[in-house]
């Protein structure tokens, strides 16, 4: 797993909702979202379509979507 894989959600360049979002949600770091399914992902409240798209350009941008599960 790469280095940003581990770096803690409030550290990343996303958007301030997608974070708030996330860590109130109990993920705090990038590895335990990468974990999850895109599925997996819609069932967090809150998290919306937009955040998801977000998230999606953010891990393509670096090179991540090798990590992401059922990508």
Do not use: C, R, W
């Amino acid at each position: 797993m790469t280095e940003l894989a581990h770096k803690t959600i409030s550290s990343l360049d996303l958007s301030d909702s997608i974070k708030d979002v996330l860590i109130k949600s109990g993920y705090n770091y990038l590895h335990d979202v990468l974990e999850k399914s895109p599925e997996e992902l819609m069932e967090i409240p809150g998290l919306t379509f937009a955040h998801i798209s977000e998230y999606k350009k953010y891990i393509i941008v670096k090179g991540l979507q090798h990590l992401q599960k059922d990508f």
